[in-house]
Structures are given as C-alpha cells and as structure tokens.
C-alpha cells in the first residue's frame, strides 16, 4: 500500500458547497466550478459525503441506490467531468460509501418488506422479547434501535434512523454486492473511498441487553470487523495500488485502529477516530454544556500520536467535518481572536504524524451556525434531540443554547463565498439559512495579506516540502502546561519543533530548557507563525494570544 503523508485531503459536504441550478442545494457541478480555488489551495483529494440516490433522511447516508446519481446533486455525467478536471488540476476524487447501513427505501430493503427470504437475510430481522424490542440498545440519533414491522411480527436493526436499517454483513451475498459497488466506482475513475462508520459493521453473534450501555460495546470493532476489511481490501480497492482509503471508526480502540491502519495488515490507509472531540461533553453526554478539557484534549492527541506511531498505523488529522461544530467556534475564539485561533488550531493539527483533513470553509475561518431558533435546524439528530430534551423538561431557551454548541448543523450551513445576496453560494434561497456568526467569506478573506486561507497553503506546502513533517517522530513537550500544546518532529538529526498556545494570556516558552539551541543562531530557523514576527525573549520565545510558532533545527 502507498503512504500518503505528503497528502492534504479536503472534504466537501455537496449540500451546502456550491450550488450551480439556483435550486438552493449545493451539487457536482458546482464543485466543478470551483476546482480553480481548491487547486490554489493546494489539496490533493476532494472527499464527497454521499451523492447517491436517497431520500435525503440523513441528507445522502440513507442510500436508496449506490450506482445513481441524486439528482438533486446531478448526473453521472456531472461526476465524470468532476473526476476527469479533477484529475487535470492533480486532485483525486474520493466517494463515500455507506456500508453499515441502507435506506428503507433501498430496493433490497423494499423486496425484503415484501417477504422475500433472500432479501429478508440482507437486513438483521428478530423476534421481539416479551412484546419489546430484542435488545434495549439504543439508535445514535436517540430512541431504540429497532423497528416494528407488523407483518412480520419482527423488528430491524437500525444503530442510526429508522430509515437506515442495519445490513447483515455475515452474509456472504451482502458482502459481494458492497464489493462489486466499489469496483463500480473504481472503474469510473474514483481515486478512493471514505467508509462510513466502518467499524460497526460485525455484530455479535447473539442480541443481549447491554445494562452498561446504549450496546455499543456488542457490535463497536466487532467479532469479524478485520477479517471482513481485509475481505474489502482483496476483492476490492486493494488490487488498485494507489487508492486511498479512509475508515470512519466510531467509539474505537487505539488497538483496533492499529489494525485497520497498519499497511501490513492490508486493511484501510487510515483511520478517523472521535475521541478528541468529546473533551467537552459532560460524562460522556454529547448534549450538555461544558468548557473543552484542554488537559484532555493533548492526553488523547500524546496518547493517538504515540501509539500510532509505535505500531505503524495511520492517523487522519482533523478537528472539522460535516457532524461536527466548527473548531474555531469550539476551541477557538471566533471573535477576538478569530484568524489567529483559525490558523493556530490549523498548525496544531496540521504538524502532527498523520494525514491532515480540511473541511469546507475551515481554510478562511466560517465559524458555528449561531441559530436562534428551532425552526432553522435542519439535522434529523438535531430535531429528535430537540424533542427528547423537551421531554425530560429542559427549557427551551437551555435546549437552544445546546444546540448553538452541538448540532451538527453548526459544521453544514452554506460555505461563505462572498458578501452578496446568496454568498456565492446560491443565486436561489438555500436549504438550511447561511451562518449568523461573526461575518467571513472566502472573497473577503483572500483579499487580505494576512488571510486564513493563505496561511493554510503555507501549512500544506510545508507539509509536502518537509520530509520531516511527512516522515519524522512525533513527541510532546510540556504535557502538563495549561496553556501550551507543544511537540517535536524529528528525523535523522532535523528536528520541527510545534508551539501552540491555545488560550489568550501571554506563555513564553524555553528553547534551552528543552535542548534546543537559541534562536538567533544560524541552524535554528522559523518556519512559519501566525503573528508577523518572531517574539522572543532572550531564549525564550514568548507565545502571544493563539500564538503559533513551527520553527526547524537542524545540525
Ligand atoms: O456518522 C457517524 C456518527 O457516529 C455520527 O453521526 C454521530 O452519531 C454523531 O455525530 C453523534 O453526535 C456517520 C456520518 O458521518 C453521519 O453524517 C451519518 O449521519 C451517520 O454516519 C450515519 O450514516
């Protein structure tokens, strides 16, 4: 399997990148039309969430046909002239594909409703126990797993909405049929593929209550999950040397993930992993309000980093995608601070061991959604969640400002291409109403010298300029600082030492302290900051509000 640490990958949620019919949705060939401005940027693939025939329950993760074009998104045409100008500007196209789970509205669903036995087996149907569901575990978008279905006085698996039924990977057919899929689109010329939450694929061989959880401990990195990529692998992508693939893995193990990733073991090229973006859920409760652990954020990063690195697996780098609230917003400061916490938490993750992912409108700053009232989410986990907390008697104006924080909402308005009517993004009214925040748009940003956006080129080309950035180890300094998230890359005797501080008080950090020679000599060179200069204080190199310093040493 090739490496692709000298790769960026940037990610587009279709819906609310560019539209190109005025409909108000964003589609193929409006991602075409902006192909120029992602080449400037500088990213090498251009992962796209679903586009395939859906009743957009799940906005395109309840697929009804994964060989069709949506047609709110265009046409197998649009995605082949994509692939192909793509491909003209040096970018690879990646699909995502969504495997755990088809929609109801799926033909093999439809013709299992039907009673018909071979595509009855494709879906997990049980009995239910003493008139309730077979197990008590609980959908990820809240309520239980499993639907009724009269006719067969059974119920199916759903882990995520009702009309996303779990398929039945320990069927042999299932599996071929998902294979020949990715063949498909590997034919058309498709660079790689992101699974959607991959490791939840393998259940258990028998249904049990979980009286510890919502089950996910039963079916999370499951019995057959290796054995059933390594399958995927063989009988699929894995004959195409060069294609890159990304496993979405939910509630994982640093030690599953070294499977998944390790190129020995021919499984995926990488993995996303959540753990660092539930430092701020209270016990674990995604919906509750609480300050981010930044204690806790650098111990998962030293913890992931370091591990990885031990056994040779791969790390996507990330703190945005299309579930998530905007980083800037979230561990940032979007207001006083806004670019230099944007290009801060850039460089904090951008410098890591691992392969780094944009999402759309991170590299000018857009920021959360900052909606007001419920009538303005769109997200079918927003809306249900609304109604659960309102159940348990929460105040509306508490669940709101939940949601302000949480909903993944916040990461899917409308990208910000300039100031006009329908920001660049739409000549029509969008689906879900443009971000309320502090006002950004691309346009604006660019024209500024000191621009988020070309800050990020910075970032990628260090990235594919510095072999030590691709290749080199990865250590913390600092663990405990409370401010200060700092490490160093080291190959041969080449060294990129990281500075980050993260909060807005002044820190000043210690070259000598830490081995390193002062700065004013010849082989100590700064690569890159987010302020205009240098600060430095004798040794010391003082770290002002979000500061961020990436400095090379070398012999
Ligand atoms: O996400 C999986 C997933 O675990 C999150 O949606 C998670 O449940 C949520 O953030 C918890 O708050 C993937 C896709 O990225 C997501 O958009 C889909 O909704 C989901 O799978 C189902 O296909």
């Known amino acids: 399997m090739m490496n692709f640490n000298d790769k960026v990958i940037y990610q587009i949620y279709v819906k609310s990148f560019m539209d190109s019919n005025g409909d108000g949705l964003g589609d193929i060939a409006g991602i075409t039309s902006r192909l120029s401005y992602l080449e400037k940027l500088g990213v090498d693939y251009l992962w796209l969430t679903p586009v395939f025939i859906s009743p957009m329950n799940d906005n395109g993760y309840d697929v009804a046909d994964y060989r069709k074009i949506d047609p709110s998104f265009g046409t197998m045409e649009d995605l082949e002239e994509l692939i192909e100008e793509a491909k003209k500007r040096g970018m690879g196209i990646m699909l995502d594909m969504v495997f755990n789970h088809t929609s109801t509205a799926h033909e093999w669903f439809q013709k299992a409703l039907l009673g018909d036995p071979k595509y009855k087996d494709y879906y997990i149907f049980k009995k239910g126990a003493d008139g309730a569901p077979p197990t008590n575990w609980e959908s990820k978008f809240g309520g239980n797993a499993w639907e009724y279905v009269p006719q067969f006085d059974e119920y199916y698996l759903h882990l995520f909405d009702k009309t996303q039924a779990d398929l039945n990977w320990e069927n042999e057919e299932v599996r071929k049929e998902l294979y020949d899929i990715v063949n498909f689109w590997l034919d058309k010329g498709v660079s790689g593929f992101r699974f959607d939450v991959v490791n939840l694929i393998s259940k258990p061989e028998t249904y049990e209550n979980d009286d510890l959880g919502d089950g996910r401990r039963f079916y999370t990195d499951g019995p057959k999950i290796h054995q059933y990529l390594k399958e995927l692998n063989r009988k699929s992508f894995g004959q195409k040397e060069d294609s890159l693939t990304v496993g979405e893995m939910s509630s994982t193990s640093l030690e599953n993930c070294v499977r998944y990733s390790n190129p020995s073991e021919k499984e995926l090229s990488m993995v996303f992993n959540f753990h660092h973006l539930k430092v701020d859920y209270e016990k674990g409760d995604k919906w509750s309000l609480k300050p981010f652990d930044f204690q806790e954020l650098k111990d998962i990063f030293d913890h992931w980093q370091t591990g990885m690195q031990e056994?040779?697996?791969?790390?996507?780098?990330f703190y945005n995608n299309h579930d998530q609230p905007r980083v800037v917003s979230r561990f940032g400061n979007d207001k006083k601070y806004h670019k230099e916490s944007a290009k801060m938490l850039a460089t904090s993750i951008h410098m890591l061991r691992g392969i780094p992912y944009i999402y759309q409108g991170e590299e000018f700053g857009m920021t959360n959604a900052y909606f007001t009232s419920i009538?303005?989410?769109?997200?079918?986990?927003?809306t249900n969640y609304y109604e659960i907390l309102r159940k348990e008697g929460l105040p509306e104006e508490r669940i709101l400002e939940i949601l302000q924080a949480k909903s993944r909402d916040n990461g899917r308005t409308p990208v910000l291409w300039n100031d006009e009517e329908g920001r660049g993004f739409t000549e029509g009214t969008p689906w879900i109403p443009f971000a309320k925040g502090p006002s950004v748009s691309a346009e604006k940003d660019m024209k500024e010298e000191d621009s988020i956006f070309s800050y990020y080129q910075k970032l990628i080309?260090?990235?594919?300029?510095?072999?030590?950035?691709?290749?080199g180890t990865y250590e913390i300094l600092e663990k405990d600082h409370p401010s200060l998230f700092c490490y160093v890359r080291a190959l041969?005797?080449?060294?990129v030492l990281v500075l980050n501080n993260f909060y807005d008080k002044e820190e000043e950090f210690s070259l000598i302290n830490h081995g390193f020679p002062p700065v004013d000599e010849r082989n100590v060179r700064l690569l890159l900051t987010n302020y205009n200069e240098l600060c430095t204080k004798d040794e010391k190199i003082c770290l002002r509000p979000y500061e961020s310093v990436i400095i090379s040493v070398e012999p």
């Open 492 to 495: 041969g005797e080449k060294k």
């Open 461 to 471: 080309k260090l990235r594919k300029s510095n072999p030590v950035i691709q290749e």
């Open 311 to 317: 056994h040779q697996g791969n790390m996507a780098l």
């Open 375 to 382: 009538h303005e989410y769109r997200d079918v986990e927003s």
